[in-house]
């Protein structure tokens, strides 16, 4: 199996039912969560790993359509570790009885000076920044979202402090774009 492309499927009810072999060199590609195991995510609704309620109204929505019988186009979408920007891929597709194909597909990766902001183990403030689930601009406006670095730059957030804490919304451009 590749190794840049991981694999899963969720039932008619949107429960994860399996993912493909190579979750683990996948899963340590992306830096993924540690806890994040096939066997705690198996059985489990796919709403509890997609966060923010406008990205989870996307994927409901992209959800439907592929059920109409309509596989999705290539959707971009971003999956960075705080070394690296990586560029993924995602393809949608419908199977029998109301089941989905969810497949990722990593295009390429860029090394980056680390971005504390990405790093699970940096101490967090009581603040919160947004980051887009699928380009992980960060939000410094309604109208305006920026790549990470430039975005700690303008919202004034400095390396040597507290990082604050992360909630994850949808910028207008991955909006549009579905
Ligand atoms: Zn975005």
Redesign the pocket.
């Known amino acids: 199996m590749r190794k840049d492309v991981f694999v899963y499927r969720i039932d008619s009810a949107d429960t994860i039912v399996s993912v493909s072999d190579n979750w683990q060199s996948f899963a340590d590609a992306n830096a993924w969560n540690s806890l994040l195991r096939p066997e705690n995510v198996v059985g489990h609704a796919i709403w509890e790993f997609i966060f923010g309620p406008e990205t989870q109204y996307l994927y409901q929505e992209l959800f439907k359509r592929v059920r109409k019988g309509i596989s999705s186009r290539a959707i971009p979408f971003r999956c960075d570790s705080p070394d690296e920007r990586r560029f993924l891929e995602l393809y949608i597709k419908p199977l029998s009885q109301g089941q989905i194909e969810i497949c990722s597909k990593i295009l390429r990766s860029e090394p980056r000076n680390s971005v504390r902001l990405l790093d699970e183990n940096a101490p967090r403030s009581k603040e919160f920044v947004t980051l ?6 960060v939000k410094i406006s309604p109208e305006q ?1 920026a790549e990470v670095e430039e975005g700690l730059a303008l919202l004034k957030i400095f390396e040597a402090d507290d990082m604050p804490q992360l909630s994850h919304g ?2 207008q ?2 909006c549009d774009s579905q």
Do not use: E, P, T
Not at 132 to 137: E, T
């Open positions: 887009c689930s699928m380009c992980k601009k979202w949808l910028c451009s991955c």
